[in-house]
């Protein structure tokens, strides 16, 4: 009864948090600055500068849709039509985007649903199987038909969120977002025709990208066992810096990469 009650706690939360934290906007701290509710280029600009602690000595990339600079890994979503910091995708079931700062709610809401589904159709496949027989008596108080039903839904569901949330885990574990793994495939594919090795310049081994997602580890502020409860934790960083491992390069997005 504790794991069942835990287990919805875990689906219900995360999903509320997917929906009503912000993924991150590009306006930040700067859209707060002396009472407005807009920030102009230069604002923008000047907290892009603070947070880099250095100096651009070029022009930043600029939305051509937002007119504010993009910082690093941050694209246009065309349904929100604003840029999204470390955008992922948009999706309609949380009518929201998938960001630096929300992200972790997204993943965990498809672990916590894949869990429930493994588990009732683990615990339901004994009366599944005694469908099979006719002759033998019926013990349980739910009709046999929605014995059934339930348990092809919850398998169809199980599977389909539950790739969902491997995709979203291995791209957690390799520090890419949906959108840049389709980019860093066509980089891969460019490198190997010249016979380089791409990589990811984002990414410092699973261990530490999964702790800088989860807000753990030597660089978070949080313990471990945080990782998997559904509690309202922020990510590392603003999402306008990230550290590089120094090891490769990403693909450069352009105004193009509207999605």
């Known amino acids: 009864m504790i794991w069942s009650l835990y287990i919805v706690w875990g689906i219900l939360a995360n999903y509320y948090f997917a929906i009503t934290t912000p993924p991150g906007s590009v306006l930040g701290k700067a859209s707060l600055r002396g009472g407005r509710d807009d ?4 604002d923008v600009l000047l907290e892009m500068e603070s947070e880099s602690l250095d100096t651009f000595t070029e022009q ?14 941050t694209h246009h979503c065309s349904v929100c039509k604003r840029c999204v910091l470390k955008y992922d995708h948009h999706c309609p079931w949380i009518h929201n985007c998938v960001g630096h700062f ?3 709610y997204f993943v965990l809401f498809m672990t916590y649903l894949f869990i429930a589904c493994l588990y009732y159709v683990s615990m339901g496949v004994g009366p599944f199987m005694l469908l099979a027989d006719e002759e033998a ?5 739910l009709d046999k038909s929605l014995v ?5 839904v919850a398998t169809v569901i199980g599977i389909a969120v539950g790739g ?3 995709w979203h885990w291995y791209l957690t574990a390799t520090a890419q977002t949906t959108l840049e793994q389709y980019n860093n495939n066509y980089m891969k594919s460019v490198c190997d025709s010249k016979g380089d090795t791409f990589h990811n310049m984002y990414d410092f081994g699973a261990a530490r990208n999964l702790q800088d997602f989860f807000n753990i580890g030597p660089r978070g502020r949080y313990p471990w066992f945080t990782a998997l409860l559904p509690l309202r934790i922020p990510p590392v960083g603003t999402g306008k810096k990230f550290d590089k491992s120094g090891r490769g390069f990403v693909l450069a997005c352009n105004d ?3 999605v």
């Open 60 to 73: 930043p990339p600029i939305c051509k849709h937002c007119n504010l600079p993009k910082p690093e890994r």
């Open 164 to 166: 969902m949330a491997g």
């Open 102 to 104: 929300n992200h972790r």
């Open 256 to 258: 193009d990469d509207i």
């Open 148 to 152: 059934a039903f339930s348990m092809v």
């Open 137 to 141: 008596p019926w013990p349980y108080w």
């Open 39 to 42: 920030a102009s280029f230069q």
